[in-house]
């Protein structure tokens, strides 16, 4: 009889119970298992994006810089973005847009740097007495919110008849300063009458 008195007083709280213990049972079963893909321990990505696109706009609602690639994967291990086929585009205000592409690239955890790598090439449209501007290169660095491009690495220009070859370079938009570091040779071929 006393054991009858007990279990009639636990009766409530059975369902409250049963619903702590099913509670439990699906969260396990939603917890990523150790090493499985997406999770902070495996090295595989959390994210993967195909044909992606991304534009920030001006003040002025305008265009300024784009950043597409075939594909995009974010790793959550290293807070790393790698770009296969990225193209990056700048566009300043009175000047010329800047169209830059490579074989793979990155994006910096905070997302104001990019990283080009393998066969880098950077465009720029010809504008008033300027022809097009053609730059090659193995790496480049761009910093589209302060419109900074540098790298370390060899590189080959081409504008009009003249050819540039120099280690190095360093180009701030704003300030309109183009930097060559180091190692530079130039061909001029003139143009024939």
Request: hydrophobic share 35%.
């Amino acid at each position: 009889m006393i054991f009858a008195s007990r279990v009639r007083h636990w009766l409530p709280v059975l369902p409250l119970l049963g619903i702590l213990a099913g509670t439990y049972w699906l969260n396990q079963q939603s917890l990523p298992e150790p090493g499985r893909q997406g999770s902070k321990e495996s090295g595989d990505p959390d994210a993967i994006m195909e044909n992606f696109s991304a534009m920030q706009l001006s003040k002025e609602g305008l265009p300024r810089f784009t950043i597409a690639a075939d594909r995009l994967q974010h790793y959550p291990v290293d807070d790393r973005t790698t770009l296969d086929a990225p193209r990056v585009t700048i566009v300043s205000p009175g000047q010329p847009v800047i169209n830059s592409t490579a074989k793979r690239g990155a994006i910096s955890g905070k997302g104001d740097e990019v990283f080009l790598y393998d066969d880098v090439m950077v465009l720029r449209g010809a504008y008033t007495d300027r022809p097009e501007l053609r730059v090659d290169t193995e790496y480049l660095h761009i910093v589209p919110g302060k419109d900074l491009i540098d790298t370390d690495k060899a590189i080959r220009i081409v504008e009009g008849s003249k050819t540039l070859h120099a280690t190095g370079l360093q180009i701030d938009n704003n300030a309109r300063t183009f930097k060559l570091l180091s190692n530079v040779r130039s061909t001029y071929v003139p143009a024939k009458n």
